[in-house]
């Protein structure tokens, strides 16, 4: 293979980036650029690949042969950390992403309880899991067309920060019913399960069917790759998988009826792209960050590859359009993935590229891919770990793989001996991240992940402090204030309800929902809202629009 690739991409990028802000960097990390096509709609598309160090990247680059699509725009890096750690889970990685607003372990979209890194601001005790408006929702009022795409479950930490509120990040059940009442015009993902009542893991337990919601809303609701290329609806519902989607080597292999990420981006944007007014695009290639817990060398290659593909069709759309940002970062390191291990220690200098890839070539599936294949004698543990490229297994690794607790891991930990790469962990890491970005207004040199929200709100116009009041007041404050009673029914523990009463009025507010039920002079109606009604365990939060009914 050539070192010397055709484009040094990365290395001209960020001299750009160097030059560019040696002439100033505006306040917030962007530098305006003049439109190439037209002056409306603007539109931005948000992606994150979940959990990926630079050493993902790096190896995914060695093992295709050429360079990424997203080395074309590297622009800079950003700081991933969160309100309480150097290392932060993916629940507050997005909310600072996608709010603006830095927060602690597993909270999505809400203020923080604890504010212990140096040089984040505190937050006053009243905030605290105060919902905080995030981009999405601050397209939505601009009348933007918005999207959510994500390779898990459309549920998972990250599409959540982009279109929930919720004091954990395992709380599919209000997550859920939030995505489906924010009235998002395309989303694509897996996570069918947390849809429906029934008795797994993440079911639903309160009883509300989400799919016959959906079908309500005029959605066409698809769950193959075929359905969703052939739909021409102007809303999309994809739930293709009960939870996440396969690995991209392993849908490739076996479930072909799944659609790719890039696929996904493509009809996203063809969707969304008909509104007037632009769009906002959400898109996550979650599952590099799951194979990076596992250690799973070909999954982390797998679905780097598959993100990088998806950037591709973004920027490709956004140089044709003319007015689309498109930005591109991990939320945080995992695995602290190496090209080179303890084995190199003394030899690194003469070793080929080829040492490190070929063992990698051999491999045609993840090994979540190749264990499926498993009988559950092991039997056929040879061809299982030939999947994996584990191929000419000595009588003792067979013997060892046969009789292995932990195989997973076993199989894991040979290929990355044989191909020579590092780990130092099965968790997140707290280093910068590289920062992708093309179009107007991108963003630029060492940023906060804050400054990712607040560059994309600026582009689309509107600010995320004043979304975020008017979307999320007290209840009861705001109603008491005005001379109503109030309380919260929990008759159904598993569907609040905050009442507000006042002489012949009564206005109830069920969680999660874009809805008013109001009730004047024995009539009652049915009012639909601006923003969703959140309730973190203490507070009740809601719209000015839902306060406006007290009138």
Do not use: C
Request: aromatic content about 6%; hydrophobic content about 35%.
């Amino acid at each position: 293979m050539n070192r010397n690739f055709k484009k040094k991409a990365a290395g001209i990028s960020i001299a750009a980036a160097v030059a560019i802000s040696s002439l100033g960097l505006a306040a917030n990390g962007t530098v305006t650029e003049a439109n190439n096509n037209k002056n409306e709609p603007t539109n931005v598309i948000m992606m994150v690949m979940d959990g990926t160090s630079a050493g993902a990247t790096n190896l995914a680059r060695w093992y295709k042969g050429e360079d990424l699509a997203m080395d074309q725009i590297l622009v800079g890096g950003m700081r991933t950390h969160s309100a309480e750690s150097a290392i932060t889970d993916s629940a507050p990685a997005a909310t600072a992403l996608a709010t603006g607003n830095k927060s602690n372990d597993k909270v999505v979209g809400l203020l923080p309880k604890i504010v212990n890194t140096p040089g984040v601001d505190p937050v006053d005790p009243e905030d605290t899991y105060k919902p905080v408006a995030n981009v999405l929702e601050g397209a939505q009022l601009r009348g933007k067309a918005t999207g959510i795409i994500s390779t898990s479950e459309i549920q998972h930490a990250t599409p959540a920060g982009f279109s929930a509120h919720a004091v954990h990040r395992s709380n599919y059940q209000d997550i859920a019913e939030q995505q489906v009442y924010q009235e998002i015009d395309v989303v694509l993902g897996g996570g069918k399960e947390s849809l429906l009542p029934g008795t797994t893991k993440n079911a639903r337990v309160d009883g509300e069917n989400l799919v016959e919601v959906i079908d309500e809303n005029g959605y066409d609701f698809v769950e193959t790759k075929e359905e969703l290329l052939n739909s021409k609806s102007d809303k999309l519902w994809g739930a293709f998988a009960p939870s996440a989607l396969a690995y991209d080597f392993d849908r490739q292999a076996t479930n072909d009826e799944q659609p790719s990420l890039a696929e996904m981006t493509k009809k996203g944007i063809e969707t969304l792209s008909k509104d007037e007014d632009g769009f906002f695009m959400f898109v996550e290639g979650s599952k590099v960050d799951w194979a990076a817990h596992a250690n799973d060398t070909i999954g982390i290659i797998s679905d780097v590859l598959a993100f990088d593909a998806a950037v591709e069709e973004a920027v490709d759309f956004a140089k044709a359009d003319g007015n689309t940002m498109v930005i591109a970062v991990s939320d945080h390191g995992n695995s602290g993935i190496t090209i080179g291990n303890m084995n190199t220690n003394s030899n690194y200098p003469e070793i080929p590229v080829s040492t490190y890839i070929d063992p990698l070539k051999k491999a045609s599936m993840t090994v979540e891919g190749a264990l499926k294949t498993l009988k559950p004698d092991r039997s056929n543990m040879k061809e299982a770990a030939e999947l994996y490229g584990l191929d000419n297994l000595t009588e003792e690794e067979l013997r060892a793989l046969k009789q292995s607790k932990k195989l997973q891991a076993d199989m894991t930990k040979m290929l990355a001996e044989r191909a020579n790469i590092g780990f130092t962990t099965g968790g997140h890491t707290g280093e910068d991240v590289f920062l992708y970005a093309y179009g107007p207004s991108k963003p630029f040199g060492l940023l906060d992940n804050t400054d990712i929200a607040k560059t994309m709100a600026e582009y689309m116009e509107f600010d995320l402090g004043k979304t975020t009041d008017k979307l999320f007041v007290n209840a009861k404050e705001s109603f008491e204030n005005k001379g109503y009673t109030t309380r919260i029914d929990v008759t159904d523990a598993n569907n609040p309800v905050f009442v507000a009463e006042k002489n012949k009025i009564t206005i109830k507010l069920p969680i999660n929902k874009n809805i008013a039920h109001v009730t004047q002079n024995k009539k009652t109606y049915t009012k639909t809202l601006e923003g969703i009604s959140v309730y973190n365990g203490k507070d009740f939060y809601v719209s000015k629009d839902a306060l406006n009914l007290s009138k």
